[in-house]
């Protein structure tokens, strides 16, 4: 019971937060064909897979695209684009096809979009960016956790139990590749990527 209603809380605030900034954008004909590139990336990344001994899984890089469209154009088109890849993924992906209708709101619709909050505090400072994709990388880690806990207890190995079980299995993955994702992305010229973005807008 405290387990669904921690669930409850964390998917309703969290997509009231994401609407709440969201909010008063507006798609661009260049919005659409950016975003429908990143998600094409992302969901290809996504199927290329390195598998662990838990069971779990890395993808190739996967969260680094909506990352880097958060952080060089617009982490509002990052988290509208996260939404769509989250919905593909469960038609496209083997392995992200949702056990329960509840598992849409608490997992797929969180943890692509999550990754458009890299850009929530900027991109000028690199600690800003750093920070970001940090506040992401947690936003996602919980929600497959949380969504282990309620949705894949059954698998839960003998004697684990099934928050044990979620934590070993999401973690032993998904904060490593978040690591790793803020380590590749962090290391790139991302303020000359920037101004090359608004030279070329600017044309």
């Not at 209603?5 to 997509?15: C, E, K, M, R, S």
């Not at 797929?108 to 750093?130: E, H, M, N, P, T």
Request: charged share 10%.
């Amino acid at each position: 019971m405290i387990t669904s209603t921690v669930a409850i809380l964390f998917a309703v605030g969290y997509l009231l937060a994401t609407v709440w900034l969201c909010r008063g954008f507006r798609l661009t004909a260049r919005d659409l064909c950016l975003g429908g590139i990143v998600c094409a990336m992302t969901l290809v990344l996504a199927t290329i897979r390195i598998p662990l001994p838990t069971g779990s899984n890395i993808t190739c890089g996967s969260w680094i695209p909506l990352m880097l469209l958060a952080l060089l154009y617009d982490y509002r088109l990052s988290m509208l684009s996260g939404w769509v890849c989250g919905i593909l993924a469960m038609i496209l992906i083997p392995g992200w096809q949702a056990v329960h209708w509840a598992q849409i709101f608490v997992q797929q619709l969180v943890c692509f979009s999550c990754l458009g909050y890299a850009g929530v505090f900027g991109s000028d400072k690199r600690w800003k960016a750093i920070c970001g994709m940090a506040l992401a990388v947690a936003i996602r880690c919980f929600g497959h956790v949380i969504s282990g806990v309620i949705f894949y207890s059954q698998n839960a190995w003998d004697g684990w139990g099934a928050w044990g079980y979620s934590l070993a299995f999401n973690l032993s993955s998904r904060l490593p590749e978040g690591i790793l994702s803020i380590l590749i992305v962090s290391v790139l010229p991302l303020t000359l990527m920037r101004r090359a973005i608004a030279r070329r807008e600017a044309k």
